[in-house]
């Protein structure tokens, strides 16, 4: 799954995951990495409009950045009398951002302004990741000690906990939702952004 910030028009919209970061438990394996995709350019405008010919594809046109995350599952089921309990969960999550970058030197003014720019984005894209994790730790939270009765091949609980899984899903879609028209709408921090690297007021 990703999110992504929109390039090439104003009110800019994507899917974004939202919620609130708060601590990971210590026992999740997560790794975050950048991958970074070259675009050119001298002026602040040509680099904009690289971005909008090399950017990631998303929502049928091309992104500024976007999160890419990987997320599989540890599970331990155990037969509890004549039911089954998840006794424990450990999530394996691989978050991935991808970020535009210069393939060469930048006239010191251009640089200047693709710093406080890509800076912007990456900050922006982190609140992704923290969000992803969040979601990670809510999951762990509403599905651990979960348990089903009359299951004591403990089959019926990998079918029952799906839904919590989906209300997590669907929690962060509304935060998703909610963070667009703040974030990425006119006059939002991405357009502020995106005006400060080409150069208009």
């Keep these: 799954m990703r999110t992504a910030i929109k390039a090439g ?3 800019l919209a994507a899917a974004l995951l939202c919620l609130l970061a708060t601590a990971f438990p210590a026992l999740a394996e997560v790794r975050e990495r950048v991958e970074p995709y070259a675009i050119s350019g001298r002026t ?3 680099l904009y409009l690289s971005i909008g010919e090399h950017g990631p594809k998303a929502g049928g046109g091309r992104a500024i950045a976007h999160t890419n995350f990987k997320l599989t599952w540890r599970r ?3 037969r509890q009398g004549n039911g089954c309990t998840l006794v424990a969960a450990r999530p394996k999550l691989v978050i ?9 030197p930048l006239p010191a003014e251009t640089q200047r302004r693709w710093d406080i720019f890509v800076e912007g ?3 922006h894209e982190e609140v992704h990741g923290a969000a992803i994790k969040d979601m990670v730790e809510r999951i762990e939270q509403t599905t651990v000690g979960f348990s ?3 299951d004591p091949d403990c089959r019926k609980i990998r079918k029952a906990i799906q839904k919590p899984l989906s209300e997590a ?6 935060h998703s939702r ?3 028209r703040v974030e990425m709408g006119k006059g939002g921090n991405i357009q502020q952004l995106i005006l400060g690297l080409i150069g208009k007021p």
Aim: overall charge positive; charged content about 25%.
């Design 148 to 150: 089903v009765p009359d």
């Design 9 to 11: 028009g104003w009110p």
């Design 44 to 46: 602040g405008l040509e």
């Design 121 to 123: 984005i990456r900050k």
């Design 169 to 174: 899903s669907q929690a962060q879609r509304k």
């Design 76 to 78: 331990n089921y155990q």
């Design 96 to 104: 991935t951002y991808t970020l535009p970058k210069p393939s060469a």
């Design 178 to 180: 909610d963070f667009d």
